[in-house]
């Protein structure tokens, strides 16, 4: 009996420990790993706030004016996003440490984009020659006309 | 105001210089074709000529260009396979004459997969190009069935490896798009054109049918041609000759 009461407690206490220990290893969705490509240039084609928020009207704009009316503008094209977001290591934007699926996979949004379209970058795709890193105007308009200051990080 | 010589010739010699130099840059423009942000117009209609008495009995140069420019694969199942171009073989029965051509989407000017298409993904660019528009088809396949020519393909299963130019995946109808994304950059021509010219046969010719000064239009002009099934009245883009 006595030799099962030490059984008992000593089990207990493992349990309480285990227990305590959960707080330290989170059980939360981990933050995406977000890496930026940086020999692309610092700065997105859009403020980053703006991106974070409308990066997907951007795209359903410009996909609409592409197909239909032949304007192939790279500024706000998948293509062009995928070409600079793509992780350099697996030149793709899916993946564990893709730009797209981690952040999409953090916030349990379902993308489609990629059933179609290929993940990965243009082999080709190498900066002009000539032009500068950081090409882009500090102030840029959005698509409602308002110019807004770049978002510094 | 007066004007001294030196004056009036120098603003004469400007205005001579700007008349010089202004249809020159006019040329540049015309011939570099689109800008990127311009959109498509009716002004041009791109249409290609296909001579089947110049193409050879078994080369397949067109169809695997074609797929290799627009990544379209398949997986050896040959009733499912999503096929571009295909080569067509017709015979004479009174004669016994055969002869063999490759035949597309057609790039009809009232094009039937277009009428039938319930989410308005099967549709006409302005320039006359007749393509689906992914995000929308449903993958009804009522344009395959409305097709006369045989023209599109329904992709059975998954898609890995697209080329990024043209996106291409299950659930949705595909055809020949002209190689769009060539002609918006400038190309003035297709895979297949170009595979066909590589192997001497010559028998693809792509063109503007609009432009009366156009390769395509002059080869019209000179020689009797025809569309598969003039009698639907479809007026397409692609025409035979010596068929």
Redesign the interface.
């Known amino acids: 009996m006595k030799r099962f009461t030490v059984g008992v407690f000593a089990g207990l206490f493992a349990l309480s420990a285990a227990y305590a220990a959960e707080p330290a290893k989170t059980t939360r969705m981990p933050a995406p790993s977000i890496q930026i490509n940086k020999d692309r240039g610092e700065q997105c084609v859009e403020p980053t706030e703006e991106m974070r928020r409308n990066h997907m009207n951007y795209i359903l704009h410009q ?1 609409d ?1 592409t ?8 500024k706000h094209s998948l ?1 062009n996003c ?1 070409n600079c977001h793509a992780n350099p290591k697996t030149g793709s934007v899916l993946g564990k440490d893709g730009f797209c699926a981690s952040c999409h996979h953090y916030a349990a949004v379902k993308i489609d984009c990629f ?4 993940d ?1 970058a ?1 082999k080709k795709a190498a900066i002009p020659a000539g032009r500068p890193r950081q090409a882009l105007a500090p102030v840029i308009r959005t698509a409602l006309g308002q110019p807004r200051q770049r978002h510094q990080p | 105001m007066t004007i001294n010589r030196r004056g009036f010739l120098g603003i004469s010699g400007a205005a001579i210089a700007v008349s010089a130099v202004a249809p020159g840059l006019r040329l540049i423009e015309l011939a570099e074709g ?1 800008a ?5 117009t009716p002004k041009q209609r791109w249409g290609l000529l296909i001579d089947a008495a110049k193409c050879a009995d078994g080369c397949t140069a067109c169809i695997d260009a074609c797929h290799e420019e627009n990544g379209v694969t398949g997986n050896n199942r040959p009733a499912t396979d999503p096929q571009w171009i295909r080569k067509v073989t017709v015979e004479d029965n009174t004669t016994g004459f055969r002869q063999s051509f490759p035949v597309m989407c057609q790039h009809c000017e009232h094009p039937p997969c277009v009428d039938v298409c319930p989410t308005g993904a099967s ?1 006409k ?3 006359g190009i007749v ?1 689906v ?3 929308t088809c449903i993958g009804c396949r009522y344009c395959m069935m409305a097709c006369p020519y045989k023209a599109r393909s329904f992709i059975h299963e998954v ?1 890995t ?4 130019h043209a ?4 659930g ?1 109808v595909e055809s020949c798009t002209l190689c ?1 994304h060539k002609v ?2 400038g190309d003035n021509t297709t895979a297949c054109a170009v595979a066909c010219k590589k192997e001497g046969h010559e028998a693809i010719l792509f063109g503007d049918l609009n432009d009366p000064g156009s390769e395509i239009r002059k080869r019209l002009k000179q020689k009797p041609s025809t569309q598969l099934r003039p009698d639907l009245k479809l007026n397409t883009g692609v025409r035979y000759q010596g068929v």
């Open positions: 996909r004016e197909m239909h009316r032949g304007i192939r503008t790279t293509k995928i059933e179609c379209h290929t990965r243009e | 689109r990127p942000d311009q959109a498509v549709f660019r302005a320039d393509l528009d992914k995000h898609t490896g697209q080329k990024t996106p291409r995946g299950k949705t769009v918006d950059r």
